[in-house]
């Protein structure tokens, strides 16, 4: 079966834009979250945000947006079917292209396509139904809906790019990126195509991001260096936040050929499903601890290989308890491989979260080293017996796996390689 | 609407258009609405076509050379609707391909009457049918028929007879037949406007010769090349009517006449027809 490997990287983040801020940011544990000055009263029980530095794209009119001078260039027509997100995205994509080597030629081209993930962008969606229901649906935009519903990515990027291989969106809430770049692999594995951008956003605002507070799972600390605490005793909900992450995977062989530059092979993914509730994970984790299995599978590896895990735990109680046991019954007692949290620094990107962490598996195997799991105070007690890296650990390793869960009980795992 | 309403609809638009768009909430003028439209277009339209826009003519076409799309064009209605007060339903503007559809459409909406899409083009066949000048005294070979003025071309073949006698072993298509082209088809727009105050000359198919003044020749003409005619009514009071025209070959400037009048309908003699006054000089109106 045909392998295959990431060859680029893009990233627009809380902890930085690019490749080597955000590798500097994991290896010092440096974290981006922040006082969110629209939380800043007296109802919002939420305060802190991973926010994402360098764009201003608050405004409902794109062309008041200011974004960073080498973004890709814009025609006015693209500009204003934009969602916020879709601005973070188009700057990670082309960043993953020039990092792969990659020209227009290669881009456009039958055998490349492109997945997303993202939730849409609730804040866009709003305000232009809160427009067509105070002025009629003549007055609406054009590009009212292809700038706001779940699929504004994939319409955005695929025209933009031309992308003429395979695309679609996927969406399994902060399962979704993981899904897009599973079922990537998947094409190229499958021979069907050669190469594939696979790239997860999210909006950064409060409409995408404070109605989680609904549900109480959004921690209400005032403290940017507390508030994201995988793992901790004290633990009490997510930070949320938002950017945009992309990555380039390509046949192996094709890629030696050409003389790209490789970050690690995927050896395969895996998925499972919980079947238990809309929006609490299974108690025991149980479809987690499937999917993992299933990932393992694939790849061909035995628990033990694993060196490194990047978890999903977003910092909740049951979420991350739940991931725990999930674990205990993958690995054994006694066999832990080294476990982060990287959500500590990040916040949990949602639909963004799954390929931003599988890029970060990227970083870590290309770079040599696991990045710690921050913001740890007391360790809860049912971590016990298992390696939590406190501490981001120097080392070349050789594989990693990486955990995503979303929405309706949806889980997907990844096994990476260093080549 | 309110100026404020106006700005925030017109937001992004030149600053001139919209200060007219402020005088047509009073004013409701049609004479604004040229000004107005072109300033909407300019701001929807990408940034390398605004130059174009803002020298715009009425041949100028919306996709061909604006890059107006169908999306585009409806947020460019929007904002017009807004403005203007009119209502424009999809399927009237289906058939809008040019600037000078644009205006047409719209100054009919303004004024009450039906548009009629097809009506202004008029090939070799319909020109000749509709002037009392036919070939070989003919210079006209295709025409649109605008709000304020018309557009038009002619092909110099080397076959026109004159062309022979001028010059001897040169033929040179003579300026007194560029005057000529302009003055037919400013005779043209006369007969075929539909407006009331040209009336006369719809109902005799007849426009005369009266004055022309600033006549202009930048360029010699020559056998195969396309004069590019254009016309535009600067002033009024019946039975005149004073134009201003150009030629344009291959976009450069070939000829112009600052003011051409004709009369319209039937005279008995040129003569007869009253002179249309300057309008009253600034230094007059500012004495209040």
Redesign the interface.
């Known amino acids: 079966m045909r392998s295959v490997v990431a060859s680029g990287l893009g990233f627009v983040t809380c902890i930085g834009k690019g490749k080597a801020e955000v590798a500097d940011s994991l290896c010092r544990m440096r974290h981006g979250l922040s006082l969110y000055p629209p939380f800043d009263k007296p109802d919002c029980p939420v305060k802190v945000v991973g926010q994402v530095k360098g764009f201003e794209v608050d405004s409902i009119e794109q062309e008041d947006w200011t974004l960073p001078a080498d973004m890709p260039p814009l025609r006015l027509e693209q500009l204003r079917s934009l969602p916020p997100h879709g601005a973070y995205a188009l700057h990670a994509v082309a960043q993953a292209i020039a990092d792969a080597g990659l020209r227009p030629e290669d881009i456009s081209n039958p055998a490349t396509g492109l997945y997303t993930a993202s939730g849409g962008s609730t804040s866009t969606l709003f305000r232009h139904l809160e427009r067509m229901h105070r002025m009629g649906p003549r007055r609406c935009p054009p590009q009212g809906i292809v700038s706001s519903i779940a699929g504004t990515l994939n319409f955005n990027l695929v025209s933009y790019f031309r992308i003429l291989g395979s695309s679609a969106g996927f969406v399994s809430a902060c399962a979704s990126s993981g899904h897009a770049l599973g079922a990537a692999v998947d094409e190229i594995t499958l021979g069907r195509q050669e190469r594939m951008i696979v790239v997860g956003a999210e909006d950064c605002n409060s409409d995408t991001i404070l109605p989680f507070a609904g549900l109480r799972a959004l921690s209400t600390s005032a403290d940017p260096d507390k508030a994201s605490r995988p793992f901790d005793k004290a633990r009490d909900g997510f930070v949320g936040t938002g950017g945009a992450v992309a990555m380039i995977i390509e046949d192996e062989e094709s890629a030696r050929r050409r003389g790209a530059e490789i970050y690690c092979r995927i050896r395969g993914w895996g998925q499972a499903s919980d079947g238990y509730h809309t929006m609490m994970p299974h108690p025991k984790g149980e479809g987690l601890a499937r999917a993992m299995k299933n990932a393992l599978a694939a790849a061909s590896a035995a628990s033990e290989d694993i060196a490194y895990l990047n978890a999903h735990a977003t910092s909740t109680q049951a979420g991350d308890s739940a991931e725990l046991l999930a674990i205990r019954s993958v690995f054994g007692m006694g066999k832990s491989p080294a476990i982060s949290s990287t959500k500590a620094l990040t916040g949990h990107g949602l639909s963004l979260s799954s390929i931003m962490e599988n890029a970060f598996c990227a970083l870590a195997l290309q770079g040599g080293w696991m990045p710690g799991s921050a913001h740890i105070s007391e360790l809860d007690p049912e971590c016990a017996g298992l390696d939590i890296l406190r501490e981001t650990r120097e080392g070349a390793f050789s594989l990693a796996m990486s955990n995503s869960s979303g929405f309706g009980g949806a889980n997907v795992s990844f096994v990476f390689e260093r080549v | 609407m309110s100026p404020e309403q106006v700005n925030e609809a017109m ?2 638009c030149p600053a001139l258009s919209v200060e007219a768009a402020i005088k047509f909430q009073s004013e409701r003028d049609p004479a604004l609405v040229p000004q107005i439209v072109l300033g909407i277009i300019e701001r ?4 390398d076509m605004r130059a174009k826009v803002a020298e715009a003519r009425d041949e100028t076409r919306l996709f061909d050379d604006l890059g107006i799309d169908s ?2 064009m ?2 460019i209605v ?1 904002t017009i609707e ?1 403005v203007l007060g009119v209502s424009a339903p999809d399927e009237e503007l289906r058939g809008l391909r040019t600037i000078g559809d644009v205006k047409l459409y719209l100054d009919a909406k303004l004024r009450g009457v039906a548009y009629d899409p097809g009506a202004p083009r008029l090939d070799l066949a319909a020109i000749a049918a509709a002037l009392p000048q036919q070939p070989p005294f003919l210079f006209l070979q295709t025409a649109t028929i605008n709000a304020d003025g018309a557009s038009g071309s002619y092909h110099i073949s080397g076959d026109e007879p004159v062309l022979r006698g001028h010059f001897r072993d040169e033929p040179v298509f003579p300026a007194s037949l560029m005057m000529e082209s302009l003055g037919q088809l400013a005779a043209l727009y006369l007969i075929k406007s539909g407006k009331t105050e040209f009336a006369a000359a719809a109902q005799t198919g007849k426009a005369w010769f009266i004055s022309a003044e600033s006549v202009r020749c930048m360029r010699i003409c020559r056998p195969g090349e396309t004069l590019s005619l254009s016309v535009r009514l600067v002033r009024q009071r019946a039975p005149l009517a004073v134009f201003a025209g150009t030629i344009d070959v291959d976009g450069q400037r070939t000829a112009s006449i600052e003011a051409l009048t004709l009369a319209c309908g039937q005279l008995a003699s040129p003569a007869e027809a009253p002179a249309v006054e300057e309008p009253a000089s600034d230094s007059a109106k500012c004495e209040a």
Do not use: K, N
Request: without cysteine; hydrophobic residues 50%; aromatic residues 8%.
């Open positions: 937001r992004r929807f339209v990408e940034p999306l585009i409806v947020e929007m807004q």
